[in-house]
């Protein structure tokens, strides 16, 4: 998350601050999500435009009864598997990340079929919202199940970032009451493409974090 406090606003201190991190990871490559007003910042200081998110936020009116068979709350057994089910899908070790959602979200459930995990997401509260993510899944009918599973589970709207490759998603949770509030660039540093599969990568955890 970049802000930088309005009497300071047009100072070069969020350019500073983000030459300061390029710096000090050194060859790491990194990724964000930026806005518009933020992205040409970034394209200055190297990031590259490798994809796009559409934020979408509302009150969810879930189809037929209730969350879909095959999703539930995660336990303390699940973390291994989920924590093999995200490096596989993010490319990437986030061990340090994962182990944390249990104490960070308000919700974590996972999705499966005949004892194998293939799916799970977390909703954690900011301001008046919960925000679903990460939100990985086999496949669209597996996230949409898990995000009927999570809203079922709150009287707060929720909100969420997908990848607008995802435009079947999109499509549902629109018809479940969701709007469209922005598009975001994902933006990358040093490598050319995320790593990892994103036809199962739905959701980051969040846009500041993911």
């Known amino acids: 998350m970049v802000l930088v406090a309005e009497r300071h606003a047009r100072q070069g201190v969020g350019r500073r601050l983000m030459s300061h991190v ?11 999500h930026a806005t518009p007003s ?3 910042l970034y394209e200055e200081i ?21 969350p879909s068979a095959g999703t539930r709350p995660a336990t303390a057994e699940d973390i291994t598997a989920i924590l093999r089910l995200d490096e596989e899908v993010f490319g990437v070790d986030r061990t340090h990340i994962v182990t944390r959602l249990p104490a960070f ?3 974590l ?8 995990l293939i799916g799970y997401a977390a909703a954690w ?6 925000v679903v993510g990460p939100l990985i899944a086999r496949d669209t009918e597996t996230a949409k199940a898990l995000i009927t ?3 079922a589970r709150t009287d707060r709207p929720l909100r969420t970032d997908i990848d607008v490759r995802h435009e079947e998603l999109l499509d549902w949770v629109k018809a479940r009451g969701l709007t469209s509030v922005a598009f975001n660039a994902v933006m990358t540093y040093g490598i050319t493409e995320l790593p990892g599969d994103w036809r199962r990568r739905f959701a980051p955890l969040t846009v500041a974090a993911g």
Do not use: I, Y
């Not at 459930?109 to 194998?116: F, S």
């Open 22 to 32: 390029t710096a000090t990871m050194g060859p790491t490559p990194l990724t964000l």
């Open 38 to 40: 933020g992205r040409p």
């Open 46 to 66: 190297g990031f590259k435009v490798t994809g796009r998110a559409e934020m979408v936020r509302g009150r969810f009116t879930p189809e037929g009864s209730g």
């Open 105 to 107: 979200a308000d919700q």
């Open 109 to 116: 459930h996972v999705a499966e079929e005949n004892g194998r």
């Open 125 to 130: 509260p900011n301001m008046d919202t919960h």
């Open 149 to 151: 599973s999570l809203a």
